[in-house]
């Protein structure tokens, strides 16, 4: 397989996991009206660098879908969507969306943002957060890749 075919493929996979992430965020979420929370917009980690984010089309398809987006992202300054403070980001939201797995959001605390959302559910499509212990503090939680979604 040549270079470009196998770039071209992995353009491919990557758009198609876009598609997974927003249909696995819009079935926790149900119809709008409802306000989604996406957890990190920069392409990888503990960066600020979102050229080529998967986070840009997957908050356009949501707000596309008529659902309120919100943004935070402890690394990133502007964005399509203005990035929040993660108290403003998250207070009455009805689901968090973890798109980038920036190492602050290992440390999250679940009972206390539970306690600002409106519904307290979790797509973790980095695999980033113990699920259980969201489970526990009484979210929803799916993670993308644990073969259960």
Request: hydrophobic share 40%.
């Amino acid at each position: 397989m040549g270079s470009d075919r196998l770039i071209s493929l992995a353009r491919d996979v990557n758009e198609s996991m876009v598609g997974h992430t927003i249909r696995s965020a819009t079935d926790m979420l149900g119809s709008p009206p409802a306000t989604l929370t996406v957890l990190g917009v920069a392409y990888k980690g503990d960066v600020s660098d979102t050229r080529r984010t998967p986070a840009l089309p997957f908050v356009r398809r949501a707000q596309n879908a008529g659902y309120d987006v919100r943004v935070h992202d402890p690394h990133v300054e502007s964005f399509t969507v203005d990035p929040e403070s993660l108290d403003e980001a998250v207070a009455d939201s009805d689901c968090l969306a973890i798109v980038t797995d920036h190492s602050e959001y290992e440390d999250l605390d679940p009972t206390a943002l539970a306690e600002r959302m409106a519904t307290p559910q979790l797509l973790d499509s980095r695999a980033v957060v113990d699920d259980e212990a969201w489970r526990d503090a009484g979210f929803v939680v799916r993670v993308l890749g644990d073969g259960t979604c």
